[in-house]
């Protein structure tokens, strides 16, 4: 029986690749001058951004998320939490989305549901697992999530015949 998953993603290559040239984009440009303004990989799944105000973290974010868009990675996938300003630091962490939360998979196995396409959906942790008997039905479903509109990035691998 064919089947795919439907997961979601990042390669943390491509971040740190982001990361490395966001920090010389601040470096090197005028309104970011003598400022101690950094991105860092705090861990697996969070990058900190520090400068001096909250007006510099919030044009760190749009460096952060073109250096992103050119990488290939999908800028959805950062999630922005709030600035936290302390003396003379605003530090603001960003959240990087690993994998299908469980109500984000409900909603897509009950939106395939609703195509009436033949095809069986099953959570498998933080992915999707889609089989079906014929392989166009499969494509159907790869086709109809990819014009949906989520809130994360999602990808389709490990298609079998």
């Known amino acids: ?8 993603e990042v390669d943390m290559h491509e971040i740190n690749n982001a990361i490395d040239q966001s920090n010389r984009e601040v470096g090197t440009r005028f309104d970011f ?3 101690d303004a950094t991105f860092e990989l705090s861990s697996d799944t969070e990058i900190q951004l520090s400068a001096e105000s909250d007006f510099q973290v919030r044009q ?33 962490p960003m959240k990087v989305q ?6 984000l998979a409900r909603k897509i196995v009950k939106m395939i549901k609703e195509t009436k396409i033949k095809v069986q959906t099953a959570i498998q942790g933080d992915k999707l ?14 086709s109809f999530l990819k014009g949906a509109e989520l809130e994360v990035p999602v990808q389709f691998n490990n298609f079998r015949d």
């Open 33 to 35: 001058k003598g400022a």
């Open 129 to 142: 697992r889609v089989s079906g008997k014929k392989r166009d039905e499969l494509q159907q479903v790869i």
């Open 60 to 92: 760190m974010v749009e460096i952060l998320r073109s250096k992103f868009v050119k990488r290939g990675v999908d800028a959805k996938s950062l999630i922005e939490v709030d600035i936290v300003v302390t003396g003379q630091k605003a530090v603001m």
């Open 1 to 8: 029986m064919p089947s795919f998953d439907v997961v979601s």
């Open 98 to 103: 690993q994998g299908i939360e469980a109500d």
